[in-house]
């Protein structure tokens, strides 16, 4: 079975530049989580999504960011502009749905982004 | 302050030595993860607990709600152990997103052969 795949691995952008990182979660994994680790400092949540709905984007940092997941499926997060603190690495997680299920999580290799 | 704080943020072991990390919290959880990160892979989760003890391997978690603290250990620690081992918990005001974490900084652990 295949594990959460994140694409691109690395991107290196130019500031004011537009980039779309995706998250293919495990088949069948209802609930899919953003994170983000910058530079020297802890992973944050940025936002989760049940199905295709966004149950819970607190953790989104401004509106530069945008998050979608048609279909239930993968899901995309675009960083428009990107800015340089946007720069470190942006995980993606998946786990069932259900209660005993839910907090069983599995997380991709990450994508690493630079903006200079 | 963060929420989750752990120590220590580095460690190197000689190969065969017990291996302690602790991580301390400030908030109500419902949960606690502990998390490993090999350098350039991504991230694998290795327990979740919410009382008790668990044990996987030569790896066992403990956690006391009361004190808020949870410990990780490794028995026999082996050169391929090396990796930063993270501390998240879920904060009941986190609701129904049971990924909603607070994460700790990282130890990063090097074991020498």
């Known amino acids: 079975e295949a594990g959460v795949t994140q694409f691109p691995s690395h991107s290196v952008i130019e500031k004011g530049q537009t980039v779309t990182l995706r998250c293919d979660p495990i088949s069948g994994h209802d609930n899919l989580y953003w994170y983000r680790r910058v530079m020297g400092k802890e992973i944050k949540f940025l936002l989760h999504?049940?199905?295709?709905?966004?149950?819970?984007e607190s953790g989104m940092p401004n509106n530069r960011f945008l998050a979608e997941r048609t279909g239930g499926t993968y899901s995309t997060l675009k960083v428009q502009p990107a800015e340089l603190e946007d720069s470190g690495v942006y995980f993606c997680a998946s786990s069932q749905a259900g209660l005993m299920r839910a907090g069983e999580l599995f997380f991709g290799e990450g994508s690493r982004l630079t903006v200079l | 302050k963060n929420e989750v704080e752990q120590s220590p943020q580095n460690l190197t072991a000689q190969e065969g030595e017990f291996i302690t990390i602790n991580c301390s919290y400030s908030?109500?959880?419902?949960?606690l993860h502990w998390l490993q990160q090999h350098p350039g892979g991504g991230i694998v989760s290795l327990f979740m607990l919410s009382s008790g003890k668990k044990k996987h391997g030569r790896l066992i978690a403990t956690i006391n709600i009361q004190e808020k603290h949870s410990s990780l250990h490794i028995t026999a620690s082996h050169p391929r152990d090396s990796a930063v081992y993270i501390c998240a918990v879920r904060p009941w005001a986190g609701g129904t997103s049971y990924g909603k974490l607070t994460f700790g900084q990282g130890t990063i652990l090097t074991v020498h052969p």
């Open positions: 999504f049940v199905k295709e709905s966004k149950q819970d």
């Open positions: 908030v109500g959880i419902s949960a």
